[in-house]
């Protein structure tokens, strides 16, 4: 099972951090992949990263701002969101895949986290 949390309401310009924990498995050779969805909104992917951590994708609306991360020892994957913008807002979803590649389309993904909302206020 996948676990997303640390979704808020945050101020544009701010910052959050989402974190994607692991359960009932050994997830180490996993990657992982957030995708978010707006209200009418097809679900976009953001950000990906391999097993190892050592190759990462983003979404050229995140570039820059955002930044994927993994700690395996305990894990966990993380989504910093720096210079957080109104369009950000979305629900923001982790998943799994056991192919250690960082696919940037939802149909690899196997295993699917329950979503936490961020919402950034203007």
């Known amino acids: 099972q996948l676990q997303a949390s640390g979704g808020g309401l945050v101020q544009a310009g701010g910052s959050l951090r989402l974190s994607c924990t692991a359960s009932?498995?050994?997830?180490?050779?996993?990657?992982v992949g957030w995708f978010r969805q707006a209200p009418g909104e097809e679900r976009e992917f953001v950000a990906a990263v391999t097993w190892s951590g050592g190759t990462t994708y983003y979404a050229d609306s995140v570039k820059g701002r955002f930044t994927i991360s993994r700690d395996n020892a305990k894990n966990t994957v993380y989504l910093q969101m720096n210079s957080l913008k109104p369009e950000d807002t979305a629900v923001y979803y982790c998943?799994?895949?056991?192919?250690?590649?960082?696919?940037?389309?939802?149909?690899?993904?196997?295993?699917w986290g329950q979503g936490t909302l961020v919402t950034v206020s203007s």
């Open positions: 009932g498995r050994t997830w180490t050779f996993y990657s």
């Open positions: 998943a799994a895949n056991s192919n250690n590649y960082a696919y940037t389309i939802k149909q690899p993904y196997g295993y």
